[in-house]
């Protein structure tokens, strides 16, 4: 089973940067690849970014200007590096595991890590 845990969330002005973690243990290498996903309130949980066990990343068309992937394979972190800022960005961020054998989905999640963006 794999265990993830995001960080690095907080309360920042527009403009200003963050970077979240998601750091995984466990079965890791069962891992395919992993997602950040964003959920605001009212809305539905939203793709943001994906890196493969490969190197390969996908970010979302909303924050590819602003938004990158990337990971610590030693560690087995993977992070989001969000500049630029914006109240819209404010949101729970997840991540997820695509795992080997299991449906795309319905893999591991962390707890999420709360950003706020002000204006």
């Known amino acids: 089973q794999v265990h993830l845990v995001e960080s690095g969330g907080g309360l920042v002005q527009a403009g200003e940067s963050l970077r979240l973690s998601c750091a995984a243990s466990?079965?890791?290498?069962?891992?395919?690849?992993i997602a950040w996903y964003r959920q605001a309130p009212g809305n539905q949980r939203e793709l943001v970014a994906t890196?493969?066990?490969?190197?390969?990343?996908y970010v979302s068309d909303s924050v590819k200007d602003r938004f990158t992937i990337s990971r610590d394979n030693a560690k087995n972190v993977v992070f989001l590096q969000m500049n630029s800022l914006k109240p819209e960005d404010t949101a729970v961020y997840y991540c997820?595991?695509?795992?080997?054998?299991?449906?795309?989905?319905?893999?591991?999640w962390g707890q999420g890590t709360q950003v706020i963006v002000s204006s």
């Open positions: 997820n595991a695509d795992e080997v054998g299991v449906p795309a989905g319905y893999g591991s």
């Open positions: 466990g079965s890791t290498w069962n891992i395919n690849a």
């Open positions: 890196i493969s066990s490969g190197g390969s990343t």
